[in-house]
């Protein structure tokens, strides 16, 4: 059995690689962490694991490895798509996945990791980054700025009823909003939504950009922005 401690401040990606690794009855996850200080309390609580932990906490990386390898534990760097995989490894980390990482990599690289290997992502043939982008181009066409807005805030983790309020109207129309976006994506969840977004680069890239600009618009709105 192979414990492993996972770290991310994304909720959605949290459950996402949860969900993936718990199909696999040879990993364990013994630990999820939404900070660095439930991290390092996780990391001398749990020796012996497998750390799988996000570059966007901003860990002190040489403190990291010192404590990793004090615990006798390794670490996996989940790492944002426009990183250095190479960066993390030279800094001794065993491992590196983006954040776009496809389910079977993932496994695959704990488990390398688990037997005393290292992983490093795959190198992506031209073609296929292409014909990824193609299919996250489409999907973005496709969605109304409404629909785009949804899908921006169910990546951010929002539930229904925040969704509503911040957007400003029903949990019942953004139910709705959900069945056309899932129709459209091919999904069947939030969960499934939110992964679909992060694994193509051109929906997600969207969907960030439309996020910060209701974040600013929010702030813009609210009393204390006003002088």
Known sequence: MNKIILADSQAIFRAGTAK???????????AQCADIERLLHAISTFP?????????????????????????????????????ASGYMQLGFRGVVFRNVSG????????????????????????????????G??????LTPKEMRIVALIVQGCKNREIATRLK???QVIKNYLRSIYDKTGVSDRLEL?????????????????????EAEEQMASPSAVA
């Open 194 to 214: 939110a992964l679909f977004t992060i694994h193509h680069r051109a929906l997600a890239a969207a969907a960030s950009e439309v996020g910060s600009k209701l």
């Open 169 to 171: 109207t029903t949990e």
């Open 48 to 84: 012996g694991a497998i750390v799988l932990f996000a570059a966007s906490l901003r860990p002190d990386m040489a403190r990291m490895r010192k404590l990793l390898e004090a615990a006798g534990s390794r670490g996996i760097v989940i790492a944002e798509n426009s990183d250095s």
């Open 20 to 30: 993936v690794l718990a199909t696999h009855d040879e990993l364990r996850i013994i």
């Open 104 to 135: 079977n990599s993932l496994v695959e690289c704990v488990r390398r990791v688990a037997a005393g290997d290292t992983w490093m992502p795959p190198q992506l043939v031209v073609a296929e980054a292409s014909e990824e982008d193609l299919v």
């Open 137 to 142: 181009s489409r999907v973005r066409d496709r």
